[in-house]
């Protein structure tokens, strides 16, 4: 066998191994200590979920929950790079956008959620501005540290190859911060997935945080696992996606930061 | 064995210069950083100095002395505070194509995310050089210094050696008047660095490009340099003493005419340092 291959099987054990124990823990504990309404077990679980999703319910709510995710998350990502590279470039912008900065940090977009229904009504509006909200900061300041932290001979010596200004800017500063940009971008697709619940919390009649509040109502804690397990894995499979596409299209960019 | 004639220059634009011209020239240059506040620093004093066309010039001084500084007002990234410089009749007040720097650190300097081919073209596309004129100049470089079969690689890829290569084929593709070079085999191991010493003058030979060549190294200095400026020691530092070293290339340090030129030179930068340089 390649030992590529045994690499990567040897992996995939050591990540099927690590699941079925939390499984086995969640299993014995479910049965032997919690009370049975309180704590469903895996196979519970499992089999409220396989229903929701034969019947199509569980599919729907993670379509309506990922296009939430979606366009906070990239209209945050979009704005957060631009502010981000404007404080890393113009030292009167950050002057006057840290402080800024620094006050809504601790202001979690959980803290927001009655303030974006009043603003914005129970509609989706109202739910992109808190995940684009918590995305937006992270992107700032991670662009701003990369655009920042370009090495100050990089961009004197494209000046005397000749670059102008506005190529310095794009053909050297950002491809520099790009390896900042995407950490910054994943760990901003951590926090809308956690927004996501908070969002829903609210007025919203569908999506996987709406699934999760009405399962507490309706007491049907099987039900919420099936949210909780669901936000995990479609989460952890998003993020994978993400990171391969970055390995394959982005590693000019980002194998210089683990090589110097 | 005889060499081989030297090929013409590779792009054949700009002739040959002609020698003798007085290529670059400061002229009562001080520079005094951060003015006016409590951590002012007067790092040059109305120095003066002039390079002639195609000449190899090594600045020498002891770390610190302002050598660096000089580099970086002739390159442009730095506006003297007072005095002049001049290229040929043109005052210098911003960085230009004319003038290019090769840095000590080639690992910031080169842009990693470029294979070594397009770190070498980037000077000439920016400039508006169609691409496939520009790879084809890049090779032709990168075969100059002796690069040609690493051109597809990435720089963190390359030696640190290679990555001087790479940097001096980036900085000569554009065909600068002067190259300026900052303590650039500084950071090179000890063997590594006599060859690239020997390409460099086997270059500067071909191409007939000024050099203007910071050091710390009076070994390194006398190897290369026509002649040699010694910097005082700072703050105020300005050049205390030239020195002309006739001896032909290639030159060894036993040769009898440089070493008494050395034992000059290190006289004189002995009493910047302020200690005796010798091994006890």
New interface residues.
């Given amino acids: 066998m390649p030992p590529r291959l045994l690499r990567f099987l040897g992996r995939a054990a050591t990540t099927a191994v690590s699941l079925s124990l939390a499984l086995l823990a969640w299993a014995a504990f479910a049965r032997y200590f919690a009370i049975p309404d309180l704590v469903p077990t895996p196979a519970a679980t499992f089999g409220m979920g396989l229903q929701m999703l034969r019947s199509g319910a569980l599919l729907d709510h993670v379509a309506i929950s990922l296009e939430r995710i979606l366009v906070g998350y990239l209209a945050g990502c979009a704005l957060g790079i631009v502010i981000g590279t404007l404080m890393g470039r113009i030292p009167i912008v950050t002057q006057f956008t840290d402080p800024l900065l620094q006050l809504l940090r601790p202001i979690s977009p959980v803290a927001l959620v009655p303030l974006s229904i009043i603003w914005f009504g129970i509609g989706d509006l109202s739910r992109y501005f808190i995940i684009f909200y918590g995305v937006v900061i992270i992107m700032i300041m991670n662009t701003a540290a990369g655009v920042a932290s370009v ?1 100050h ?2 961009l ?8 102008r200004p506005g ?1 310095i800017f794009l ?2 500063m950002i ?1 520099s911060a ?1 390896p900042y940009i995407l950490t910054g971008m994943r760990v901003a697709l951590g926090f809308a997935f956690m927004g996501i619940v908070a969002a829903e919390m609210i007025g919203a009649q569908s999506g996987i945080g709406y699934l999760i509040m009405q399962s507490r109502t309706l007491l049907r804690t099987d039900i919420m696992f099936v949210g909780l397990v669901t936000l995990g894995v479609v989460g952890a499979i998003i993020d994978g996606c993400f990171k391969l596409a970055i390995d394959r299209t982005m590693k ?2 980002m ?2 930061q683990v ?2 | 064995m005889t060499a081989p004639p030297d090929p013409p220059r590779p792009s054949g634009i700009r002739p040959a210069p002609a020698a003798g011209w007085t290529e670059l020239a400061l002229d009562s240059v001080s520079m005094t950083f951060n003015a006016g506040r409590p951590s002012e620093y007067c790092a040059l004093a109305k120095t003066s100095l002039a390079v002639r066309r195609g000449e190899f010039y090594c600045l020498l001084g002891p770390s610190g002395c302002g050598k660096s500084t000089v580099l970086n007002l002739i ?3 730095l506006r003297p505070s007072a005095g002049t410089i001049r290229m040929g009749d043109r005052r210098i007040a911003a ?3 004319d ?3 090769v ?1 000590q ?1 080639a ?8 294979r070594a081919r397009e770190n070498v073209a ?2 000439l596309t ?2 508006g050089m169609a691409k496939q004129k520009a790879a084809e100049r890049a090779l032709q470089y990168l075969e100059l210094v002796g690069l040609r079969e690493h051109a597809g690689k ?3 890829e390359l030696s640190g050696g290679m990555r001087q290569r790479c940097q001096l084929a ?2 000569l593709v ?1 065909e ?1 008047e002067v190259l300026l070079m900052d303590e650039p085999f500084a950071a090179l191991d000890a063997i590594t660095k006599r060859i690239l010493q020997k390409e460099l003058l086997r270059i500067w030979r071909r191409l007939g490009t000024t050099i203007v060549y910071v050091t710390h190294d009076v070994g390194e200095a006398l190897l290369l340099g026509e002649r040699i400026g010694v910097m005082r020691r700072g703050p105020g530092s300005s050049i205390k003493e030239e020195f002309v070293v006739g001896s032909p290339y290639p030159r060894k340090p036993t040769d009898e005419a440089v070493a008494a030129i050395y034992a000059r030179v290190e006289a004189s930068l002995q009493d910047e340092v302020g200690v005796s340089l010798d091994a006890a």
Avoid at chain 2, 107 to 114: C, D, K, V, Y
């Fill in positions: 090495p001979i990089r004197n010596a494209a000046r005397c190859l000749g670059a190529q053909r050297i491809p790009v000019r960019f194998e210089h090589n110097i | 390159a442009g990234f960085a230009g194509t003038r290019v720097v840095f650190d690992t910031n300097a080169l842009f990693p995310w470029l980037f000077g920016i400039q990435f720089p963190y980036r900085a554009i600068p």
